[in-house]
């Protein structure tokens, strides 16, 4: 079953409002950090916290207007069928320009509640296709003029991911109507076009890897599909075969060169960096909602531990960061990576504790981590 039948499959109870995964949800990991994304953002106050690290949700009142979707760092909200169906849908026909805009714009591909309810990891699958035109209404004026905090979120995401250079040259947005880019033919015979040009059906436009999960990261695997595509067609094959480049600059990510030789944009994931204050604890690991943080053993008898993250999995939200005792992880940042689906490894003087074999300092006197020697004593 590929990825979208599995996830329809999943959504048939939750036709008609998104649903939470609570065992995603940054609140329901831990209680020091609250988080009140999904609360702050939803216009109808669907969502509550009783009480630290509980969550509770009243989906009568959910008009499905996809916010807390969007919102949500952890994607720890999936998007409802219906609402899924439609982004869906528009991304695996458009092999261009798209326009889209709210009910206060004018006629567009795609229209919706509210523009900011599309993910910003949507948003760059269909900047990558062609240029993306977004039109609102006077949002100072619109009774849901709270809403335009979510489509400034999500533009500020867009355009880290793209760089300022693409940003300005692939998503446009603007209030007037007569700015819009202008059509030479119908939107029948626009979708006639593209069936045309591609031959290929929605579900052979958008594959995804065998291990991806139908879950509120649906749009970030899609994403990353296209992100490999994009370097796939855009550079030059000897490039490959040369991933260091002196122009890359001190921080070693690779210099991209596409055909014609031109820069190819700069795609950015934004996502946490390890320093050299990481002791390997597993605090990090433990808790992040994506599974995004690992840890290995360095070669037999080496005093050496690695920790590494898996950009494509991490979903930028934060909190390995904010709970991390020694500051080991910084805070999330724009960051390019080629291939993006590499583990980024980080290398941890250390030694194994002779009990449990979990890493303590390389320079620590004894054999036993902190956990045992108290295990011990209490004995």
Same mark, same amino acid.
């Given at each position: 079953m590929s990825l979208w039948q599995e996830y329809l499959t999943r959504k048939l109870v939750f036709e008609s409002h998104p649903s939470l995964n609570e065992k995603h949800c940054l609140n329901h990991l831990q209680t020091r950090h609250p988080c009140t994304a999904c609360i702050d953002i939803c216009p109808e106050n669907v969502f509550s916290m009783p009480h630290p690290g509980s969550m509770e949700t009243d989906w009568d009142l959910c008009t499905d207007c996809?916010?807390?979707?969007?919102?949500?760092?952890?994607?720890?909200?999936?998007?409802?069928?219906?609402?899924?169906?439609?982004?869906?849908?528009?991304?695996?026909?458009?092999?261009? %320009?798209?326009?889209?805009?709210? #009910?206060?714009?004018?006629? @567009?591909?795609?229209?919706?509640? *509210? $523009?900011?309810?599309?993910?910003?990891e949507l948003l760059c699958f269909l900047a990558l296709q062609g240029i993306v035109t977004i039109v609102t209404g006077s949002c100072p004026d619109c009774e849901k003029k709270t809403c335009r905090s979510s489509l400034d979120q999500t533009l500020a995401q867009t355009r880290a991911f793209l760089g300022d250079e693409m940003y300005r040259s692939r998503i446009h947005c603007t209030q007037d109507p007569a700015s819009l880019p202008s059509r030479l033919y119908t939107r029948r015979e626009a979708m006639s076009l593209a069936l045309r040009r591609t031959g290929r059906t929605a579900s052979a436009?958008?594959?995804?890897?065998?291990?991806?999960?139908?879950?509120?990261?649906?749009?970030?695997?899609?994403?990353?599909?296209?992100?490999?595509?994009?370097?796939?067609?855009?550079? %030059?094959?000897?490039?490959?075969? #040369?991933?260091?480049?002196? @122009?890359?600059?001190?921080?070693? *990510? $690779?210099?991209?060169?596409?055909?014609?030789?031109?820069?190819?944009?700069?795609?950015?994931?934004?996502?946490?960096?390890?320093?050299?204050?990481?002791?390997?604890?597993g605090i990090c690991m433990r808790m992040c909602p994506s599974g995004a943080l690992l840890r290995a053993p360095g070669p037999e008898g080496s005093a050496r531990f690695y920790t590494a993250l898996l950009p494509h999995k991490c979903t930028g939200c934060g909190l390995c960061s904010r709970v991390c005792p020694v500051q080991g992880m910084l805070a999330p940042s724009p960051v390019r990576l080629n291939p993006v689906d590499r583990p980024i490894l980080h290398a941890v003087a250390a030694k194994s504790c002779s009990r449990c074999r979990e890493p303590i300092p390389a320079d620590s006197g004894s054999d036993l981590c902190d956990r045992c020697r108290a295990e011990l004593k209490s004995v």
């Open positions: 996809g916010l807390c979707v969007s919102i949500c760092p952890a994607r720890a909200v999936s998007p409802a069928r219906l609402q899924a169906e439609k982004l869906y849908a528009c991304a695996s026909h458009c092999t261009g %320009d798209i326009i889209i805009s709210c #009910k206060s714009g004018s006629v @567009s591909d795609l229209t919706l509640e *509210n $523009p900011g309810a599309i993910p910003w436009l958008l594959p995804v890897p065998p291990d991806s999960v139908p879950d509120g990261t649906l749009w970030r695997q899609l994403l990353l599909y296209r992100v490999k595509q994009f370097y796939t067609d855009s550079e %030059d094959p000897e490039a490959l075969e #040369k991933r260091k480049d002196p @122009s890359a600059g001190p921080s070693g *990510n $690779p210099a991209v060169k596409s055909k014609s030789g031109a820069p190819v944009p700069a795609l950015r994931w934004t996502i946490p960096q390890f320093s050299a204050s990481c002791t390997a604890c």
